[in-house]
């Protein structure tokens, strides 16, 4: 392998490796840790559970923000206007802050679970999308790395996401309504 391949292959493994941890110690957490049943919950909500579903919405959609921004900064959707930068940084910050509740009440309310197939891929998915975000995280001011990369580990946090709102948000919509 040349100096430049091991270089590459280092700035893809520390981050991939670290990432891989986070979403190991998370289902190892999630599986040990005695759910409590209720983590979250904000008043005019009328559950938990409706809070986490609108919470996640709210994710999403500053994740399709992220999307259309780095789309934007990649040059693929013509002209990039100069605040571009920001606002694909800001929606990032944003999107991960309002995660934050409702990964801690999946964990702390719920544990790692599997009791159903639905159940058993949102919380893979669950350590999957923290686990590539980690990644992603440290992969954006990687010197060496491909320039393939961050575009993939982004992607692959926006799936995961997707994945995670699917199995648990739009279910709970469907079961429940849009109710708050």
Known sequence: MTTAGRRTAVALLVPLLAGAVVAVVLGVYGSLHTP??????????????????????????????QLLSALSLYGKLGATPAWMGAVHRWSGRAAFLVSIPVALHCLYALGFQSFDTRVLLHS???????????????????????????????????????GLWLSASLWFFTQSGLTF
Do not use: I
């Open 36 to 65: 409590t049943g209720v983590a979250v919950n904000v008043a005019r909500f009328s559950s938990p559970q409706s809070v986490k579903a609108w919470l996640a919405t709210v994710v999403v959609v500053l994740a399709v923000v």
């Open 124 to 162: 893979l998915l669950g350590c999957f999308f923290y686990g590539v975000f980690v990644a992603k995280m440290l992969l954006l001011r990687k010197d060496g790395a491909p320039a393939w990369a961050l575009p993939v580990l982004g992607g692959l946090v926006f799936t995961g996401l997707v």
